[in-house]
Each structure stands twice: as C-alpha cells, then as structure tokens.
C-alpha cells in the first residue's frame, strides 16, 4: 500500500482544522446529552455554523471557504474524534452545499442571496411526486433520513420527474426552502443518534426549473452551473463528493475508540484468568495492534480517494468512470476496515465496555450506523468494483 504525501493545506484549511481541534473537548463533554436529545443541539451546531464549518464546500464569492476536498475530509475526521454524529450533519451540508453550488446562477442567487448564512439539508431518495406547471413543477411527498434539518436553511429533496406521457424520466433533485417544509420529528436511532435525521414533508410546493438538477446526468459530469468552469471544486466528480463526506463519522469514531481504550487498558485486569493487567494478555497486544492499522489502512483509502477527486477536478477533463468505479471502492473499503477496527476494539472492553458511561460503546454503535447508509455500504461497492473488473453491466447509473 502506498503512502500518500499529504498536499500544503491553504491557509483556511489550517485555520479550520486548528478550530476542530480546539471543539473537540466541547463536543466530547455533550456526547451524552447529544445522544439523550438526538441532536447535537442548537449552540453546538451554531458554533460550527459560525465556525465555518458547514460551508467548507461553498463559493468564496458566497461566503464559504471553498477547500479542496481532501482539506474538507480531514477537518470532519478531526470533528469525528470529538462527535460523529456532529460530524454527519457537518458532512452532509457540506455536500448538499456543493451539490446548490451546481445549480444554474439563478438557483445560486437565491441559495446564497439571503442574509442568513445559507445551510442546505437533502434527503435524495426519489421519494416525491413532481407535477408538471408552467415555469416549473409542483411537488409533495414525504421522506426520512433528513440528517440536520433541525439547523437547515434549504433542503434538496429527490423525486422522479414524469416525462411527457406521465412516465417516470428519471430522478431528479429539487432545491426547497425550510420555509416551505414540514418536519416529523421520528428519528430514534441505536447510532449516529445525534444527527437530528427527522422525516420531511412537503406539500404542493413550487420548484422552478430552475431550481431542478438531473442527477444521472450530473453523475456523467454534466452539470449547469456557469461557475463550474472557472473553480476546480466545482467540476469535482458528482457522487463520489457526495458519499466521500461520510466516511468522516466512522474514521473519527474509530479513532477516538482506539485513544478511549488505550487511556482505560492500564486500569483493566481479564478476570478469571492470570492476567492482573490486561496490557500484559497477548490478545489485548494483537488486536490492539490489528486495530490501530486497520485505522491507518481507512485513513490510506480516505486519503486517496480525497486526492483522486481533487486531481481530477484540477484538470479539463471529468474523472472517468474507472476511478469513480475506485472511488466508490475507497469509500466502501474504508468503512469496512472502521468496522472491523471498531469491531475488534470492542470485544477487548468486557463487561465495563458495555456500559453506557463508557464512550467506547457509544463509538461502536455510531460506527455501526456509519455503515448503513446505502451509498457507503461495502457489499454493494465491493460488487460495483468486481463489475468493473469482469467487464460486465453495472447495477447502478449513480457512479
């Protein structure tokens, strides 16, 4: 596996990170009450608004930072170690402002045209019903998984947009003010509790054309924006962007685990056997030592796979499916091997491990969660990726 040299970071990037750094030990000291409230709650999630952090992904002629992609990855990981579910929310309004920053300059001026700094929310599930009118569409519906809806401004909502027979073109993407949705407060979750994930509804709302991006199209590099050919971030591969933000909350949470078990190990004994100090056990050695390189291993495939996505977006031409079939790949296999570090680190805590003051269990499930998400789960990258190595048919436009 080959090392990957880490590019100068810009002046903002070091500023930002050095902010995560310093909120860590915040975001730690509301772990408890984050996940009791399944929130991260309104003062932490307006210091990392006021922060900067939801719009690292953004235009700097809008107020955001506009980083590279790797730059971005590395704050949320630093985020991670102190909350993964803070680092979820921050995660996906940074992609969903990316994703607002594609839109034709008329969306864009409304996005960002409010004196409220913009926060934009999505759940893309192609859940909705778009209804054809004049100027644009109409759409109703209602979807789950809203992950920081609670702190958003706009939301990207997906549904299919019927084509002239009223059959179903494909879906597409609809830009909606906060104003305009209802939120159903239903999210109750063994994991990434904190991210406020509620359902959404929205009811005959119109969405000007304008306001409308086609997402298979976007995934071949099609995008609307005029911004797009002059900032490299935004000719960026469209879904690995998207997918890459949320390997953060489980390569933060995998971290902290293996720093939260190292600081308890010196105090443990393994009952019933002769080891006084577990540090002195074989197996407490061994699968520490797994773990800490199945860590470095997820931090080698988020590496590259922020690299990959900013070198492409530096030069003239759209990443080729190939290395967005490995980017795919990177996020899948970075989450697998969180998993299994987290798995492994868990099994060495015993019965104190399990208990609800302990950090480390909190950790373990929001690893877990980490991997339920349909575009990270590693089974169906693992197949994209075999796909594309047998040459045969994939089973998804989304790549």
């Known amino acids: 596996m080959t090392q990957l040299t880490a590019p100068p970071r810009s002046a903002r990037a070091a500023e930002l990170l050095e902010l995560a750094q310093a909120l860590k030990a915040d975001l730690r000291a509301h772990n408890e009450q984050t996940e009791a409230d399944r929130w991260i709650g309104d003062d932490l999630s307006r210091r990392l608004n006021d922060g900067g952090f939801y719009r690292m ?4 002629r809008f107020g955001g930072a506009e980083l590279t992609l790797r730059e971005t990855l590395e704050i949320l990981t630093m985020i991670a170690e102190g909350c993964p579910s803070a680092a979820w929310v921050a995660g996906i309004h940074n992609a969903a402002i990316w994703l607002g920053s594609l839109y034709p300059l008329a969306a864009q001026e409304e996005l960002f045209g409010d004196s409220t700094p913009t926060v934009v929310s999505g759940t893309l599930a192609p859940l909705g019903t778009l209804t054809p009118v004049p100027g644009g569409y109409r759409i109703s519906g209602k979807w789950g998984f809203a992950s920081g809806v609670l ?28 104003s305009s949705i209802r939120i159903h407060k239903d999210w109750d979750t063994m994991g990434l509790a904190g991210t406020g994930s509620h359902s959404v509804e929205v ?87 797994e773990a800490a390189m199945l860590i470095d ?3 080698f495939h988020q590496d590259r796979l922020g690299d990959d996505i900013d070198k492409w977006a530096e030069g003239p031409d759209y990443m080729p ?23 492994l680190i868990f099994s060495l805590g015993g019965g104190s491990g399990i208990a609800r003051t302990n950090p480390v269990q909190r950790l373990f499930r929001d690893v877990q969660a980490s991997n339920s998400h349909p575009l990270q789960m590693a089974t169906v990258q693992y197949e994209v990726y075999g796909r594309q190595m047998l040459g045969q048919p994939q089973i998804t436009s989304f790549i």
């Open 57 to 60: 992904l953004a235009p700097e």
């Open 297 to 299: 291993e997820a931090q």
């Open 151 to 178: 702190d958003a401004t706009w939301m990207l909502l997906g549904a299919p947009r019927p084509d002239a027979s009223g059959d179903n073109a494909g879906p597409v993407f609809a830009l909606v003010p906060m």
């Open 203 to 289: 009811k005959d709302v119109f969405v000007p054309e304008y306001r409308i991006i086609d997402p298979v199209a976007a995934s071949a590099g099609e995008y609307p924006s005029e911004y797009a050919s002059e900032v490299p971030l935004y000719r960026a591969a469209f879904l690995p962007v998207l997918s890459a933000v949320l390997v953060c909350p489980a390569l933060g949470a995998t971290k902290r685990m293996l720093e939260e078990y190292l600081k308890q190990v010196p105090k443990r004994k393994i009952a019933y056997t002769i080891y006084e100090k577990a540090a002195e056990s074989v197996v407490t050695q061994t699968r520490l030592a």
């Open 321 to 343: 499916e190939s290395l967005r079939v490995r980017a795919r790949m990177d996020i899948g296999r970075a989450l697998d091997l969180c998993r299994s570090a987290a798995n």
